[in-house]
Nanobody, 117 residues
Framework: QVQLVESGGGLVQAGGSLRLSCAAS????????MGWYRQAPGKQREFVARITGGGITNSGDSVKGRFTISRDNAKNTVYLQMNSLKPEDTAVYYCHAGLYSLHRDYWGQGTQVNVSS
């Protein structure tokens, strides 16, 4: 059973920064990719950023240049550094891990991020 535990959410003013963490219960290198998604009230879940097992990263258009995904293999943790936050970034942020060959997806419980104007 894989567990993903997010932390680091909270309330921040527009223009501020937050760093989210996602701690996995096993080696993050065992996953095809890990990433972050978000869901705002009344909206569909949206892709934020991803890092593959090989270290390739990509991010959604709405966060490009502001959010950065990274990882610490020794700590089995993936991070999302969020800068220049905007009120429209307000959402529940979910950590995701995928095993593509087995068609398996794992999700964390989510962490709330609120950005005030």
């Amino acid at each position: 059973q894989v567990q993903l535990v997010e932390s680091g959410g909270g309330l921040v003013q527009a223009g501020g920064s937050l760093r989210l963490s996602c701690a996995a219960s096993r080696s993050i290198l065992s996953f095809s990719a890990m990433g972050w998604y978000r869901q705002a009230p009344g909206k569909q879940r949206e892709f934020v950023a991803r890092i593959t097992g090989g270290g390739i990263t990509n991010s959604g258009d709405s966060v490009k240049g502001r959010f950065t995904i990274s990882r610490d293999n020794a700590k089995n943790t993936v991070y999302l550094q969020m800068n220049s936050l905007k009120p429209e970034d307000t959402a529940v942020y979910y950590c995701h891990a995928g095993l593509y060959s087995l068609h398996r997806d794992y999700w964390g419980q989510g962490t709330q991020v609120n950005v005030s104007s």
